[in-house]
């Protein structure tokens, strides 16, 4: 379970968290959305610890991650990211970019790394590309390649953020076709999102965020489908 | 013209020049070696947050940049007696390319370490790796990328710069092999034309070597 | 007379040695970019195997150490009866050198000029030379200046080496007050600032171009 409580988070005279709270259950999809600039994808960082929190908690299985004796590398290993950029490493063949941290972070043999990429990758539909390079890849099969790496770490939550922002338009819905798959699985996931549309389809409950506070918390059909705050309204109809 | 060209001794002494070649390959790469360390240190200190680290870089870098080499090998093996410390002329024609060498690769991985994107670190750090980790497995093979042919680049540089060790006397090297049969003999243009025409070998070659091995380190 | 420090007299002297340094730089840059443009216009514009044969037979020049190039010509003018100055042979083999540099400058900036903005030049009814001087080398100068200037400071730089044949330049000179005072490290901070404060600035303001070019 995450739990997260009154996070506050500012750069500089910025401040871009002002006191968020939610829980993520164990296999539930939670949609964030709202304008860029809200605070969104900033929340996401903090959950991993990949950016410092300036008040407030965040407890993952119990653990608090910004706690000073937390060890970070070790709780990571159950948290897998996936970012807008999708960050692929271009020195590294697509089965070596999905290997390496299986190897080298949980110790894994060449053979067992080997065999846990393979089947990710046959997971996300890129069997046929292990030996290629990611500059030969489009961006939607970049994108799934950095699904599939955070996945060889077997993750008992999976972040998203923004992860269909970078990508033409065409190359879309084979990325929300494998965080949908990925749902029906039962991951535990955060989709920050501007697809309205997936987030109602995937989600168990929907966050709207807005000036660095969730406006609005629940199920879609509600905070989608029949909003009761004016700032929601407001935002929903500038998107559709 | 009534100048007799004599090659027949040049061809005699070219033994005596191939070894020459082999010294002026060793200064060249034991000068890029010492530079790629030093020049490493130099690009960390330059970013360093301790101002005295970033100051000391930054008058190395410049004082190496805005002089000539031959200034700093003369530096090396007349400045430096000054301290007691008398540098042999292999030592000090080497340490001379050496610090000029360090001034320039500090740039270059200035430059190389602000051209891979904190996103492919931070990526790395997403997966458990720890920051070493990071640093050694993902930002450290494509820096190497970044800097490979800059310091091909420079080893050839350091190749032709071997040369100046005349001026300090080495004897050794192809230049001071040359010179030492050029006075014996004083068939100047001779020995000195074979002795560039090995200089442009050697400088090929490792042109050539270079880009193999590129093209078996670098497939993507 | 025979006094071992370092003496007003012996600055000046070694800034005559500066003096002869920067008028070596001056020939040598004009000559090389004398050279270096009409070679490197035409390695850009000329086709196949001319533009290439004259790209390999510059490239000679910056393989060979320059010091061996300084050697060679000493040697060579004489034998082909001319009776140059060093001070000549200095100028010469620095700006053959410079040219080397200089062409490939030139070329890699004319070809940086797109090709649609001089087809579109062209397209207005502009000729040949009035497209070469109104749109290619206007912005070809911003891509190669930076180039240039460190080519130009490379040649004040370089300059040093023709101590070889005997032209009493700034490292010569402070080589010869060293000799008298046996004050090598003073001596020759002296010549490293002087070599500095030249370099310095005119680095700095190529930096500045190159910054200020590259983000428009």
Redesign the interface.
């Given at each position: 379970m995450i739990e997260i409580a009154d996070v506050h988070k500012s750069f500089g005279h910025l401040e871009v968290l002002k006191g968020v709270s939610m829980t993520v259950e164990r296999g539930e999809v939670v949609s964030v959305i709202g304008g860029s600039g809200s605070g969104k994808s900033t929340l996401l960082m903090c959950i991993?610890g990949?950016e410092p929190i300036d008040a407030g908690r965040i407890l993952v299985d119990g653990v608090d991650v910004h706690a000073s004796g937390t060890n970070l590398?070790?709780l990571?290993?159950k948290i897998?990211?996936v970012?807008q950029?999708w960050?692929a490493?271009?020195?590294?063949t697509v089965l070596e970019n999905v290997m390496?941290?299986p190897r080298?972070?949980?110790g894994r043999s060449r053979a067992e790394a080997e065999a846990i990429a393979t089947d990710r990758l046959d997971h996300v539909g890129l069997k046929d590309k292990l030996s290629v390079?990611?500059?030969r890849l489009s961006g939607g099969q970049q994108q799934r390649m950095?699904i599939a790496?955070?996945l060889a770490?077997s993750p008992d939550y999976m972040l998203f953020d923004e992860v269909t922002s970078a990508l033409d338009p065409q190359l879309v819905g084979e990325v929300l076709d494998t965080l949908r798959m990925l749902s029906s699985e039962g991951m535990t996931m955060v989709v920050v999102t501007h697809e309205i549309h997936f987030a109602r389809d995937v989600s168990d409950r929907v966050a709207f965020f807005h000036q660095g506070r969730i406006h609005e918390i629940g199920p879609p059909d509600q905070v989608i489908g029949n909003p009761g705050r004016p700032e929601t309204i407001q935002f929903l109809k500038s998107v559709r | 013209m009534h100048y007799n060209f004599h090659w027949r001794p040049v061809l005699q002494a070219l033994p005596q020049m191939l070894a020459g070649c082999v010294v002026t390959v060793e200064i060249a790469a034991l000068a890029t070696a010492i530079g790629i360390a030093a020049g490493v240190a130099l690009a960390l200190g330059r970013t360093s947050a301790n101002r005295t680290a970033a100051g000391l870089a930054l008058a190395w870098i410049e004082f190496g940049r805005n002089t000539p080499g031959l200034f700093q090998i003369y530096l090396a093996y007349f400045g430096l007696g000054s301290f007691g410390l008398h540098l042999s002329s292999f030592a000090a024609l080497t340490a001379g390319i050496a610090f000029n060498n360090a001034s320039y690769l500090a740039e270059t991985f200035r430059g190389g370490l602000r051209a891979i994107?904190a996103?492919?670190a931070?990526?790395?750090?997403?997966?458990?790796?720890?920051g070493p980790?990071a640093f050694r497995?993902?930002v450290l093979?494509?820096l190497f990328?970044i800097v490979y042919y800059p310091i091909t680049n420079q080893m050839t540089l350091s190749v032709l710069m071997t040369a100046l060790g005349l001026t300090v006397g080495l004897d050794t090297d192809l230049a001071g092999v040359t010179q030492q049969l050029n006075v014996l003999t004083y068939r100047t243009f001779e020995y000195f034309s074979v002795a560039a025409l090995l200089y442009y070998l050697i400088a090929k070659a490792m042109m050539l070597v270079s880009r193999l091995l590129a093209r078996r380190l670098?497939?993507? | 007379m025979f006094d071992a420090t370092v003496s007003l007299q012996d600055v000046l002297f070694m800034l005559h040695g500066a003096g002869i340094t920067l008028l070596l730089t001056f020939w040598a840059v004009l000559g090389g970019t004398v050279l270096g443009l009409g070679f490197g216009l035409l390695r850009a514009t000329a086709p196949g195997w001319p533009s290439l044969a004259l790209g390999a037979v510059l490239d000679v020049f910056r393989s060979v150490p320059l010091l061996i190039q300084i050697i060679l010509v000493n040697a060579f003018a004489p034998i082909l009866g001319l009776d140059l100055s060093a001070f000549t042979i200095g100028c010469i083999v620095l700006a053959t050198y410079g040219a080397a540099y200089c062409t490939e400058i030139v070329r890699a900036s004319v070809l940086a000029v797109p090709l649609p903005t001089r087809r579109a030049a062209r397209s207005l009814g502009m000729t040949w030379w009035d497209d070469l001087t109104a749109i290619v080398l206007p912005m070809a100068l911003r891509v190669g200046l930076p180039g240039w200037i460190g080519l130009a400071l490379g040649l004040m730089k370089d300059s040093a080496l023709v101590l070889w044949i005997g032209i009493i330049e700034l490292l010569r000179s402070s080589q010869i007050v060293i000799t008298r005072t046996q004050q090598p490290l003073l001596v020759l901070g002296i010549a490293g600032a002087i070599y500095f404060v030249i370099s310095f600035p005119i680095a700095r303001a190529g930096a500045w171009f190159e910054r200020r070019w590259h983000d428009q």
């Amino acid at each position: 379970m995450i739990e997260i409580a009154d996070v506050h988070k500012s750069f500089g005279h910025l401040e871009v968290l002002k006191g968020v709270s939610m829980t993520v259950e164990r296999g539930e999809v939670v949609s964030v959305i709202g304008g860029s600039g809200s605070g969104k994808s900033t929340l996401l960082m903090c959950i991993n610890g990949l950016e410092p929190i300036d008040a407030g908690r965040i407890l993952v299985d119990g653990v608090d991650v910004h706690a000073s004796g937390t060890n970070l590398n070790h709780l990571r290993r159950k948290i897998g990211i996936v970012f807008q950029q999708w960050n692929a490493f271009p020195h590294l063949t697509v089965l070596e970019n999905v290997m390496l941290a299986p190897r080298k972070v949980l110790g894994r043999s060449r053979a067992e790394a080997e065999a846990i990429a393979t089947d990710r990758l046959d997971h996300v539909g890129l069997k046929d590309k292990l030996s290629v390079y990611p500059s030969r890849l489009s961006g939607g099969q970049q994108q799934r390649m950095a699904i599939a790496r955070a996945l060889a770490m077997s993750p008992d939550y999976m972040l998203f953020d923004e992860v269909t922002s970078a990508l033409d338009p065409q190359l879309v819905g084979e990325v929300l076709d494998t965080l949908r798959m990925l749902s029906s699985e039962g991951m535990t996931m955060v989709v920050v999102t501007h697809e309205i549309h997936f987030a109602r389809d995937v989600s168990d409950r929907v966050a709207f965020f807005h000036q660095g506070r969730i406006h609005e918390i629940g199920p879609p059909d509600q905070v989608i489908g029949n909003p009761g705050r004016p700032e929601t309204i407001q935002f929903l109809k500038s998107v559709r | 013209m009534h100048y007799n060209f004599h090659w027949r001794p040049v061809l005699q002494a070219l033994p005596q020049m191939l070894a020459g070649c082999v010294v002026t390959v060793e200064i060249a790469a034991l000068a890029t070696a010492i530079g790629i360390a030093a020049g490493v240190a130099l690009a960390l200190g330059r970013t360093s947050a301790n101002r005295t680290a970033a100051g000391l870089a930054l008058a190395w870098i410049e004082f190496g940049r805005n002089t000539p080499g031959l200034f700093q090998i003369y530096l090396a093996y007349f400045g430096l007696g000054s301290f007691g410390l008398h540098l042999s002329s292999f030592a000090a024609l080497t340490a001379g390319i050496a610090f000029n060498n360090a001034s320039y690769l500090a740039e270059t991985f200035r430059g190389g370490l602000r051209a891979i994107p904190a996103t492919q670190a931070r990526a790395a750090r997403s997966l458990g790796m720890s920051g070493p980790q990071a640093f050694r497995l993902i930002v450290l093979p494509q820096l190497f990328r970044i800097v490979y042919y800059p310091i091909t680049n420079q080893m050839t540089l350091s190749v032709l710069m071997t040369a100046l060790g005349l001026t300090v006397g080495l004897d050794t090297d192809l230049a001071g092999v040359t010179q030492q049969l050029n006075v014996l003999t004083y068939r100047t243009f001779e020995y000195f034309s074979v002795a560039a025409l090995l200089y442009y070998l050697i400088a090929k070659a490792m042109m050539l070597v270079s880009r193999l091995l590129a093209r078996r380190l670098f497939r993507y | 007379m025979f006094d071992a420090t370092v003496s007003l007299q012996d600055v000046l002297f070694m800034l005559h040695g500066a003096g002869i340094t920067l008028l070596l730089t001056f020939w040598a840059v004009l000559g090389g970019t004398v050279l270096g443009l009409g070679f490197g216009l035409l390695r850009a514009t000329a086709p196949g195997w001319p533009s290439l044969a004259l790209g390999a037979v510059l490239d000679v020049f910056r393989s060979v150490p320059l010091l061996i190039q300084i050697i060679l010509v000493n040697a060579f003018a004489p034998i082909l009866g001319l009776d140059l100055s060093a001070f000549t042979i200095g100028c010469i083999v620095l700006a053959t050198y410079g040219a080397a540099y200089c062409t490939e400058i030139v070329r890699a900036s004319v070809l940086a000029v797109p090709l649609p903005t001089r087809r579109a030049a062209r397209s207005l009814g502009m000729t040949w030379w009035d497209d070469l001087t109104a749109i290619v080398l206007p912005m070809a100068l911003r891509v190669g200046l930076p180039g240039w200037i460190g080519l130009a400071l490379g040649l004040m730089k370089d300059s040093a080496l023709v101590l070889w044949i005997g032209i009493i330049e700034l490292l010569r000179s402070s080589q010869i007050v060293i000799t008298r005072t046996q004050q090598p490290l003073l001596v020759l901070g002296i010549a490293g600032a002087i070599y500095f404060v030249i370099s310095f600035p005119i680095a700095r303001a190529g930096a500045w171009f190159e910054r200020r070019w590259h983000d428009q």
